[in-house]
């Protein structure tokens, strides 16, 4: 019969073993590279759909259109300076989207948090998508309600970005 300290040393060897054989797996199976994708790197950016927003795979390698940077766009610098008394939460350029954290302005358990969705990479009205949301709390903040912001509002933090925008587009363009 087998002493329990030798059983639990085979026990461990096998768990070791199970482990690093796991750790070892097929990267193909992972997704990582796909059996039918090329082997250039050049042609499996451009095979492989990113789902950025702003800056597509080919615009990456110079297909035809022009790379542009976050510090570039203009609708996301003017939000960025726009927004800049707001401690931001999550910023994600290539996804189009920036959130602000929650903002207590009236010291009255009121806080709001802005969205700000961008749908392209151009000077328009169209290009942003504003949402607004309030948070209302109790006096000893036990209890919070998040709602919609007012349209009103949204429409207020639009224009203001999309004034920014054209002053440092005018700016831009005088250099």
Do not use: H
Not at 32 to 40: G, T, V
Not at 118 to 135: M, Q, V
Request: glycine share 6%.
């Amino acid at each position: 019969m087998m002493s329990k300290k030798l059983i639990n040393s085979y026990f461990l060897v096998i768990l070791l073993g199970l482990f690093l054989n796991g750790c070892n797996s097929n990267k193909k199976d992972e997704g990582l590279i796909k059996k039918d994708e090329p082997i250039n790197m050049k042609e499996r950016i451009l095979a492989r759909n990113d789902g950025m927003i702003f800056n597509s795979a080919k615009n990456a390698i110079g297909g035809g259109r022009q790379y542009e940077f976050a510090t570039s766009n203009v609708l996301w610098r003017a939000t960025l300076e726009s927004l800049k008394e707001i401690p931001i939460l999550s910023a994600n350029y290539s996804g189009g989207l920036l959130v602000t954290d929650w903002i207590d302005v009236s010291q009255k358990g009121q806080s709001y948090k802005i969205q700000v969705t961008f749908k392209s990479n151009e000077l328009s009205t169209n290009s942003i998508e504003i949402k607004t949301f309030l948070k209302t709390c109790s006096e000893n903040y036990m209890s919070c309600k998040v709602s919609s912001g007012s349209e009103k509002t949204n429409e207020e933090v639009k224009i203001k970005i999309l004034n920014k925008a054209r002053e440092l587009k005018i700016q831009s363009s005088k250099k």
